[in-house]
């Protein structure tokens, strides 16, 4: 079934795909599951160079006997806000979480932020996320300082005074801003080897050619982030003048 858990057959078949460089679509259509599982799949269970059938069923097994031992008898998952379904809600924080480790950010990091995304109020405590995440204090400080000093993040305090940690709506346009500055950088360095290298010659004809192609995307980039910055203070349903939003195909 596309929605079950993944088999130990299925899994010998996802190393199979990567032993054959197959994409992870690929691999997902094959065995007629979402392309985000088999990422998933395949990032926490030692990624594709190192991925191996038998040792990811294991460790799905312990990690499975390790939550029913975890859980008091009798108990269930917590309630979710506005009638969600806990374990779906798990398993979608499951692959922002690979998602962004995929991005370059480190496991932790990426749990806390994406803890932070998935909440309502946009912020949470330092003992908050460590309840939510089961991790220790040390762990949550470590990762919202680098969050921090990334930019992902902010800290402000509450009426009690307690620190909270808070995704910025405008971190995204930042982001991209950021995003395109280091792409023009790389447009620089690239039109410098021209005159290294000698105009004219086959080398400084690809660079230029890369220097002109990097300059539109970064260029592009930047005015795209400038025009749709207001999307990230709509509310759902309407525009920025307080208006219902037409449908697409309108």
Request: proline share 5%.
């Amino acid at each position: 079934m596309p929605g079950g858990r993944l088999t130990q057959q299925e899994r010998q078949q996802i190393a199979l795909g990567l032993a054959d460089g197959l994409a992870y679509a690929e691999i997902a259509r094959r065995l007629d599951r979402p392309t985000s599982t088999i990422t998933r799949e395949v990032m926490r269970n030692g990624g594709p160079t190192a991925y191996r059938a038998d040792l990811a069923h294991r460790a799905t097994e312990h990690r499975a006997h390790r939550r029913r031992q975890s859980a008091p008898r009798g108990s269930q998952a917590p309630e979710q806000a506005h009638g969600r379904d806990a374990e779906a809600v798990r398993e979608y924080e499951e692959a922002w979480t690979t998602l962004l480790m995929q991005q370059g950010l480190p496991k932790m990091m990426s749990r806390v932020l994406t803890c932070l995304y998935t909440t309502d109020a946009g912020s949470l405590t330092a003992s908050e996320l460590v309840k939510r995440l089961q991790v220790s204090p040390a762990s949550i400080s470590k990762s919202v300082t680098f969050l921090e000093g990334q930019g992902l993040i902010r800290r402000e305090r509450d009426e009690g005074r307690r620190e909270r940690y808070v995704v910025d709506d405008d971190v995204w346009y930042q982001g991209m801003i950021a995003s395109a500055r280091s792409t023009a950088q790389l447009a620089e360095t690239a039109r410098q080897g021209v005159s290294v290298l000698g105009p004219d010659t086959p080398a400084a004809t690809r660079l230029e050619n890369i220097a002109r192609f990097v300059d539109f995307v970064a260029e592009s980039m930047t005015r795209a982030a400038e025009q749709a910055r207001d999307v990230l203070y709509t509310k759902p349903g309407t525009t920025s003048g307080g208006t219902a939003e037409p449908s697409p195909d309108r």
